[in-house]
């Protein structure tokens, strides 16, 4: 089983980085490599189960489906439905935690997914700079 994993210091307080974390289908306003995304069916973005449906900068097509949100620990979890490139059994979490001594929230974002043999680290480096790294970096920048 692969694994991706990220964290950053985000320099604002964690309520205000969990409103736009927690919100999932707010990562065209904050990641750049979402261009554009929507709810399937009409959903709230809050609900457990819904479906965003969303283009990357290259117009690939992603879908991904919320399985837990949990704003008590500033946590939620998510899976792929159609997923970014070959890989099964995702599973990808979000968590905050705050810093007290400065008002600033240290962010996680990893998740654990099976590669084909042949791709063995492949995407585990992918998703772990490209989408979470470069994500947080993003989330950073946009609350700053």
């Not at 409103?19 to 490599?33: E, I, M, T």
């Not at 439905?81 to 007290?100: E, G, S």
């Not at 962010?107 to 084909?116: H, I, L």
Request: aromatic letters at 12%; proline letters at 6%.
């Amino acid at each position: 089983m692969a694994k991706a994993y990220a964290s950053a210091i985000i320099p604002a307080p964690i309520d205000k980085v969990w409103s736009l974390v927690r919100d999932f289908n707010s990562l065209p306003a904050w990641h750049p490599a979402i261009v554009r995304s929507e709810i399937e069916d009409g959903r709230a973005a809050d609900a457990v189960g819904c479906v965003r449906s969303f283009h990357l900068a290259d117009d690939a097509h992603v879908r991904e489906q919320l399985v837990s949100l949990d704003d008590a620990n500033h946590r939620l979890s998510y899976n792929f439905v159609k997923p970014a490139f070959p890989v099964t059994n995702y599973l990808a979490w979000i968590q905050l935690t705050p810093i007290t001594s400065t008002g600033e929230t240290f962010a996680e974002w990893g998740a654990n997914f099976d590669e084909a043999p042949e791709d063995a680290g492949k995407y585990e480096e992918i998703v772990s700079v490209h989408v979470f790294a470069a994500g947080w970096t993003a989330l950073a920048a946009f609350v700053a």
